[in-house]
Structures are given as structure tokens and as C-alpha cells.
């Protein structure tokens, strides 16, 4: 059972305005940085966010990261098929000196 | 170019050991900070483990005292060292570069089945 709490799914258009959220406590996210990753099936996992809002080179910038809080929100806009993938969170906790990762999110391109 | 090569998986019996290795390209291991990462068939990441620059290590509370990482600096390689294996360390495993794990090598599958 993940302590970082993300929706299971999420879905959206081509175009559309999707968030994905995760939810975390003041050992987590309250005082340490968020990582997203994304993933598609069979392949390893890709740093999409580091240090809750900064994007890697490569990363397209219709991918964004917010943090507010013991939470935390991915962004992505102008949403494309090839988007459609697992999205996770991840964050160090400083009570379990060990690093957390979210349930994963699927994200669906209708 | 960074490179991550994990190799070592394979079928186990419980109560058996194993030695994942990651090879890195491009970058030294001992410079940086190292993680485990496993993926269990159809499920999420879960965090193993992880090695800091000066070699501290932390451990998932599920594989504490039963698996260890470690490094070997001359061949710039990663290990995981599993020992007590249960069914429930099936799984993917995936070695990762740096506290973002900003590069994740193709991993590599360990089956624990009788």
C-alpha cells in the first residue's frame, strides 16, 4: 500500500488539459522534492519532473509539476495519444529514510 | 552517454540467493547515488534500496536484512544481493542513477516460484 495516494486513472481527448494528482504527508512531500516518471508497457521507466517542477531536456514543456503543501499535481496539456501511459510519483520520506513511489496513474487517450 | 545495464535474473526457488549486477557507462558509480527499484508483474514501482556517495545504505522495510546493495568501483558496477527470497520479490528489478533516478537501466526479471 503506496503512502503516496494517486488516482487510479485518468482520461482525456487529444488537446485536452489533464492533471494527475498525488497525495502525500509533512515527512514526504511536506519537506522533500516530487519526481514524476512516466512508462509504457514493457519499457523501463523515463524522469518526466524533478525537484517538483523542473523538466529534464527531451521533456516536451506541454508536461508541467506543481507542489503546494504535502502535495502534488503532474499537468500535462495539449493532449496527444502518445501520452498514453502509467504516470508515477515519487518522493524520499524522512520517517521511513527510504523513498516512496505512488500507486501509478493510468492515463487514457480517448 | 549514460548507460545502465541490468543483468543477473532468473528463476529461484524460495529461500534462495541471487546477485543482480548493473554496469554503468558514462558516468562512475561510486560518484553518484544508486538505487534498486523493483516492479512486481502488473503493478507498481516499488523502492529496494540505495547507496550514497560516501556508502551509506537504506533498505525497503520488505527487503531489510535480506538484501544487500553494494558497488564495485573498479568495474563500475551495481549489486543487489538477494538472499531469503519469497515469492512475494517477484519482480522486475531495475538499477537507477542519481536521487531523481534520471537514468533507469532495461532491468532485469527474477521469478521466485518452487
Known amino acids: 500500500q503506496s503512502v503516496l495516494t494517486q488516482p487510479p486513472s485518468v482520461s482525456g481527448t487529444p488537446g485536452q488539459w489533464v492533471t494527475i494528482s498525488c497525495s502525500g504527508s509533512?515527512?514526504?512531500?511536506?519537506?522533500?522534492?516530487v519526481y514524476w516518471y512516466q512508462q509504457f508497457p514493457g519499457t523501463a521507466p523515463r524522469l518526466l519532473i524533478y525537484?517538483?517542477?523542473q523538466r529534464p531536456s527531451g521533456v516536451p514543456d506541454r508536461f508541467s509539476g506543481s507542489k503546494s503543501g504535502t502535495s502534488a499535481s503532474l499537468a500535462i496539456s495539449g493532449l496527444r495519444s502518445e501520452d498514453e501511459a502509467d504516470y508515477y510519483c515519487?518522493?524520499?520520506?524522512?520517517?521511513?529514510?527510504?523513498?516512496?513511489f505512488g500507486g501509478g496513474t493510468r492515463l487514457t487517450v480517448l | 552517454e549514460v548507460q545502465l545495464v541490468d543483468s543477473g535474473g532468473g528463476l529461484i526457488q524460495p529461500g534462495g540467493s541471487l546477485r543482480l549486477s548493473c554496469v554503468a557507462s558514462g558516468f562512475t558509480i561510486s560518484h553518484n547515488y544508486m538505487s534498486w527499484v523493483r516492479q512486481a508483474p502488473g503493478k507498481g514501482l516499488e523502492w529496494v534500496s540505495i547507496?550514497?556517495?560516501?556508502?551509506?545504505?537504506y533498505y525497503a522495510d520488505s527487503v531489510k536484512g535480506r538484501f544487500t546493495i553494494s558497488r564495485d568501483h573498479f568495474e563500475n558496477k551495481l549489486f543487489l544481493h538477494l538472499t531469503n527470497v519469497r515469492v512475494e520479490d517477484t519482480a522486475t528489478y531495475y538499477c537507477?542513477?542519481?536521487?531523481?533516478?534520471?537514468?533507469w537501466g532495461q532491468g532485469t526479471l527474477v521469478i521466485v516460484s518452487s
Open positions: 525537484r517538483n517542477d
Open positions: 515519487a518522493a524520499w520520506d524522512d520517517s521511513l529514510s527510504g523513498r516512496l
Open positions: 537507477t542513477m542519481g536521487t531523481d533516478s534520471s537514468h
Open positions: 509533512s515527512s514526504n512531500i511536506g519537506i522533500n522534492f
Open positions: 547507496i550514497y556517495r560516501d556508502g551509506t545504505t
